[in-house]
């Protein structure tokens, strides 16, 4: 037995408007743009992949089963811009056949600064699952599929049962993305790993004619998952839902692919499909996995640098969280709320320099253009932020 376990990432930041150092507004986010991509979104993904999901799961009775992580800035942005986006995910939340993974609420690099305000937002997150889709999440993935040993002690002692990560080869070494694993310095705390090559061949390469693999039928596809059989016991198929609709447009066949996959997966009745929750239930530990520096699924480096790897990226983030223990005792609301939409990694993607092999895709909803751009405009906000924060001090005095 096989199973295929479909996880998606539903993620916008809330984009900054222009912002110079002669403005001394506090409306730093730029609503138009932000309107009309979450709209965009909605309309060519989210509305209509969301139909897809609810039609397949009432085809198959709950045979078709996937998980969702939804960061809190996009249901923010469901809320003010397109409501019907998150009615139709608390429609598929009663369906029984979708579990929500928790996360940061912000989609930030907390944990690599800041231990408490990464609890505080993974916190923020649990509380918000349950409110909205009647969900205790059991299942972490931290922002980006950031991952190491560190991390999952931490993890482990806010009460979750497993985290999800990159099957990365470098940690991995001769070893398959297929199995359940054990965290390396935990008691119980276990590991689902993305199966990039299969993920990747649906979100990055489905409708690319140069791809050897092209043009991949659902029959092709549940081939390549057949051969897992004897060899793992999970396919875990882990990416942006984005690529439905979006990253992979519809006339690239995306959305006849995944509406005929259940049925071609399960045709044989030897593969099956389960939640992330369902199959660590299932499925034994296969070993433990320890993962001594930080990975992610970003990028062929499947590390950090995407978000850290120049100075202007290390500077940036430095000063964000330099700020945190005024701003998170300063007892001003919406200072707080500004101060962590500006944690969202997105922020720091921007001001990327290296070359991606798969740049096209994450640069997709890019404003700037240049990192230098972004990193500017970043710190003119963040100044803004720190004078708000100077003005609350001189005010208690």
């Known amino acids: 037995m096989a199973s295929v376990v479909f996880y998606f990432q539903v ?36 509305l209509p992949t969301n139909a897809l999901i609810a039609e397949l799961i009432d085809t198959y009775q709950g045979r078709f089963r996937v998980s969702y992580s939804i960061t809190g ?33 912000y989609h930030s690099l907390a944990f690599l600064y800041r231990r408490d305000e990464f609890i505080d937002q993974v916190n923020m997150h649990r509380e918000l699952m349950a409110d909205l889709f009647g969900q205790n999440p059991r299942i972490f993935r931290n922002t980006e599929l950031t991952y190491d040993n560190d991390l999952a002690k931490v993890v482990e002692q806010m009460g979750f049962d497993a985290a999800i990560t990159e099957g990365a080869e470098k940690v991995l070494g001769y070893r398959s993305p ?16 993305k199966n990039y090559r299969l993920s990747d061949d649906i979100a990055f390469r489905f409708g690319q004619r140069s791809w050897s693999g092209w043009p ?33 447009w519809a006339d690239t066949g995306i959305f006849d692919f995944l509406r005929k996959l259940p049925e071609v997966i399960l045709a044989s009745g030897k593969n099956d499909f389960l939640t992330v929750s369902e199959a660590i239930d299932r499925y034994p530990v296969s070993g433990e996995l320890d993962v001594p520096y930080m990975i992610s699924w970003a990028d062929t480096e499947r590390d950090v640098s995407a978000w850290l790897g120049n100075s202007m990226q290390a500077n940036a983030l430095y000063e964000t969280y330099a700020i945190a223990d005024e701003i998170r005792t300063s007892g001003d609301d919406a200072l707080l709320a500004d101060w962590r939409k500006l944690q969202t990694s997105d922020h720091f993607y921007y001001m990327c320099t290296k070359y991606f092999a ?40």
């Not at 900054?16 to 409306?27: E, P």
């Not at 004897?230 to 942006?240: I, P, R, S, T």
């Not at 890019?366 to 720190?386: A, C, E, G, K």
Request: proline residues 3%; aromatic residues 16%.
């Open 178 to 193: 297929n199995f359940i694993y054990k965290a390396a310095n935990c008691e119980n705390l276990k590991l689902l790993l």
């Open 358 to 397: 798969d740049g096209d895709v994450h640069k997709y909803f890019n404003p700037y253009q240049s990192p230098y751009d972004s990193y500017i405009n970043y710190m003119n906000i963040l100044d803004s932020i720190r004078s708000r924060l100077k003005q609350k001090s001189l005010q208690k005095q």
């Open 73 to 105: 800035m996009v249901i923010e942005q469901f809320r003010q811009f397109c409501p019907e986006v998150l009615e139709s995910f608390i429609e598929l939340s009663k369906t029984g056949a979708v579990e929500f993974i928790a996360e940061t609420y």
């Open 11 to 46: 993620h916008q930041p809330y984009r900054l408007r222009r912002y110079s150092i002669f403005d001394s507004g506090t409306d730093y986010f730029d609503d138009k743009t932000n309107a009309e991509i979450c709209r965009k979104v909605a309309s060519k993904c989210y």
């Open 216 to 248: 991949l039928t659902a029959e092709k596809f549940a081939s390549w998952v057949d051969q897992i059989n004897g060899n793992g016991y999970v396919c875990n198929l882990f990416m942006d839902y984005e690529t439905f609709g979006e990253h992979q």
